[in-house]
């Protein structure tokens, strides 16, 4: 106890350099933080999981995928032919995507005009979609309460509440949609909800029967000229397996059907075809992880080493009585080590349960758009990487100085005061 007093009085010595040496490190672990939350998330999605994981199918040699949507039916429950085959449930373990693209206004089409859909089963998004397990319980019953709405009306829509601000509408607003990829099939909608606070505030979901209803009543309409997406409106099937032996006897079972050739499709465990679309951001993520985060440690270590030499240079006096009042250098090193890491410790464990709490129940996230995430929640694992950093930085930074200060010569420091 002793110690840690005498540390905490040292550190009182000069406010004003402490002050701003942890004003610093607070900033940079900020900073850090942020960066590592994105880094973090991406590694658990692209990941492998033992059990209890999702695949994606898609067509094999186009991106973006479009396949037939006759192939929905066999696809979702996993393509079973014979006796012995695996049959996906595909009432809870399966889920289709088909992309619609549009516009509020024709005749402006600028990026807050814009709505980009889901197509889906209403009822799947809580049950297949990723990152449900952010909401609460209530929240859930509430997002469950609007897809039964629009499975009872196929007009009613979910938007994000951050692209419902970007077209300028509110919940319980009529829109008219003019697609842009579905170019002749534009659609009258309601607006009935919003997505809880997360990574689906600039997403909107759009009940698939009434996208294929429409689609079918062009084709009926133009008999001598159907649609250039009949045969090309089916995006992606997600399918849910218990384990890795499940996925390859799908994934066989899917490959080697003769009704799946033209076009052929692929399937992939779902954090293979995530990596996939993440090759577009490689370099920008090896630049955060490989450039800036060490920058950032690298400099925060700098800081404090900085402080800590200024601090030894200005108490080698002291720390000559020290020496000769019985301290030895070993406790030397301890008390100059400790001054900095009470620093270090303390300014990181700040940062980090203020980031976190600010970003995750302020800010809403990270707005920080890569692939299919829009938005990045600080996890709770990021409280300790506050203090890691913190006490690891400052350990690094004041070694050099600690060792400096343990091996003063009491006899140089009084002959250049005689």
């Known amino acids: 106890m002793f110690y840690f007093r005498l540390m905490f009085l040292n550190l009182r010595r000069n406010i004003i350099r402490t002050s701003l040496t942890a004003i610093a490190s607070i900033v940079l672990v900020f900073v850090v933080t942020l960066v590592?939350?994105?880094?973090?998330?991406?590694?658990?999605?692209?990941?492998?999981?033992a059990k209890d994981f999702k695949a994606i199918i898609t067509e094999k040699w186009q991106i973006p995928s479009q396949m037939p949507y006759a192939y929905e039916a066999s696809l979702s429950e996993g393509a079973p032919g014979?006796?012995?085959?695996?049959?996906?449930?595909?009432?809870?373990?399966?889920?289709?995507?088909?992309?619609?693209?549009?516009?509020?206004d024709p005749e402006k089409k600028?990026?807050?005009?814009?709505?980009?859909?889901?197509?889906?089963?209403?009822?799947?998004?809580?049950k297949m979609m990723d990152g449900m397990e952010e909401y609460s319980a209530s929240q859930l019953d509430q997002l469950n309460k609007l897809c039964e709405e629009m499975v009872k009306d196929k007009r009613k829509i979910i938007v994000g509440t951050e692209r419902l601000q970007a077209i300028n509408k509110k919940v319980g607003e009529r829109i008219k949609l003019t697609s842009f990829n579905y170019k002749g099939i534009d659609l009258e909608v309601e607006i009935i909800?919003?997505?809880?606070?997360?990574?689906?505030n600039q997403s909107a979901?759009?009940?698939?029967?009434?996208?294929?209803?429409?689609?079918?009543?062009?084709?009926?309409?133009?008999?001598?000229?159907?649609?250039?997406?009949?045969?090309?409106?089916?995006?992606?099937?997600?399918?849910?397996?218990?384990?890795?032996?499940?996925?390859?006897?799908?994934?066989?079972?899917?490959?080697d059907s003769p009704s799946f050739t033209s076009p052929a499709?692929?399937?992939?465990?779902?954090?293979?075809?995530?990596?996939?679309?993440?090759?577009a951001y490689r370099d920008l993520l090896w630049g955060l992880r490989w450039i800036l985060a060490p920058f950032i440690l690298a400099t925060m270590a700098l800081i404090i080493a900085v402080a800590i030499s200024i601090s030894v240079r200005e108490r080698r006096k002291?720390?000559?009585?020290?020496?000769?009042?019985?301290?030895?250098?070993?406790?030397?090193?301890?008390?100059?080590?400790?001054?900095?890491?009470?620093?270090?410790?303390?300014s990181g464990l700040f940062s980090s349960v203020a980031t976190t709490v600010f970003i995750n129940n302020v800010a809403g996230g990270i707005k920080f758009p890569i692939a299919f995430f829009p938005i990045f929640m600080i996890p709770i694992d990021a409280i300790w990487w506050g203090p890691a950093i913190g006490i690891s930085t400052a350990l690094g930074g004041s070694l050099l100085p600690s060792l400096s200060a343990c091996r003063v010569k009491v006899s140089e420091v009084f002959a250049r005061i005689s």
């Open 193 to 200: 909800g919003s997505f809880p606070e997360g990574r689906y």
């Open 265 to 279: 499709v692929k399937v992939e465990t779902a954090s293979s075809g995530i990596s996939t679309f993440l090759d």
């Open 36 to 49: 590592w939350t994105v880094l973090w998330f991406l590694n658990l999605v692209t990941s492998e999981k």
């Open 82 to 104: 014979k006796e012995g085959d695996y049959k996906i449930d595909k009432s809870v373990d399966a889920m289709t995507w088909q992309f619609y693209g549009a516009t509020i």
């Open 110 to 126: 600028t990026r807050d005009n814009i709505i980009f859909f889901f197509s889906m089963e209403p009822m799947k998004m809580t």
């Open 318 to 346: 002291e720390i000559a009585v020290m020496k000769v009042i019985g301290f030895t250098p070993m406790q030397i090193l301890f008390l100059v080590l400790g001054e900095a890491v009470m620093v270090g410790g303390f």
């Open 205 to 255: 979901i759009l009940n698939r029967d009434y996208l294929n209803d429409s689609m079918d009543d062009y084709n009926r309409k133009n008999p001598n000229s159907k649609h250039p997406m009949t045969n090309r409106n089916l995006n992606l099937v997600w399918i849910r397996v218990p384990d890795k032996d499940v996925f390859q006897k799908v994934e066989s079972q899917i490959t």
